[in-house]
Structures are given as structure tokens and as C-alpha cells.
Nanobody, 122 residues
Framework: VQLQASGGGSVQPGDSLRLSCVASEGSFSSYTVAWFRQAPGKEREFVGTVARGHTYYHDSVKGRFTISRDNAKNAIILQMSSLKPEDTAIYYC??????????????????WGRGTQVTVSS
């Protein structure tokens, strides 16, 4: 499956952004789809995923970020609110078939889209 992420931008602290990940080839329906992010000089880290109808989030984004699936549109949405400067990163969507132990790890996902930059700054 080919993935395309979009929706990034530059915002101020406290603002919201909506990222979208679309499958340009293939379908998400048989995959677990996740969002990761990578800040400058840091490793790529798990943001959240939706798997088998359940959502899982990194502690740092719980209550602020929401992931949803739109299988009809072959899209995964990451709604981000109350953004903080530490949320600044390149955001990537990924699809794969991870097991429980790899669901929050990059090695659990074999398909990655090009990232979209999110910058939170006053």
C-alpha cells in the first residue's frame, strides 16, 4: 500500500492541526495504521494507532490527539489540538501488521508515507 500524508504546517502553541494519510494504492482495511513523528536529532517515535477498533496513544499526546479511520475514503486522520512546541516534528503515517509487542515500534510497519512537517512555535 502506498501512503501519502498531508496537512502539516506552522502553528502557534494551543492551535490545532488535522493531518491526513491516504492510501494511494491499495487499501488500509487489512492493515494496522499508525502515526509516528521524528523531531530533529531524535529517533522516530510512536504517536498513536488504531487497531481492531481500538486506539492507542503515546502518553505525551493522550487527550490532545485523536486518530480515526475512514475506510470509505481510504484515509487515516490525526486530529491534533492544544499543540505544544515539543510536538514539532515530521509526522509519518505507516501501515503494517504488527504484533502486540511491535505495535508501538517502527519495525512493526513495512509501509511508510513521506512525512509532513508540523512546526509549533510562537
Amino acid at each position: 500500500v502506498q501512503l501519502q500524508a498531508s496537512g502539516g504546517g506552522s502553528v502557534q502553541p494551543g492551535d490545532s492541526l488535522r493531518l491526513s494519510c491516504v492510501a494511494s494504492e491499495g487499501s488500509f482495511s487489512s492493515y494496522t495504521v499508525a502515526w509516528f513523528r521524528q523531531a530533529p536529532g531524535k529517533e522516530r517515535e510512536f504517536v498513536g494507532t488504531v487497531a481492531r477498533g481500538h486506539t492507542y496513544y503515546h502518553d505525551s499526546v493522550k487527550g490532545r490527539f485523536t486518530i480515526s479511520r475512514d475506510n470509505a475514503k481510504n484515509a487515516i486522520i490525526l486530529q491534533m489540538s492544544s499543540l505544544k512546541p515539543e510536538d514539532t516534528a515530521i509526522y509519518y503515517c505507516a501501515a503494517g501488521r504488527p504484533i502486540i509487542s511491535t505495535m508501538r515500534r517502527t519495525l512493526g510497519y513495512g509501509n511508510w508515507g513521506r512525512g509532513t512537517q508540523v512546526t509549533v512555535s510562537s
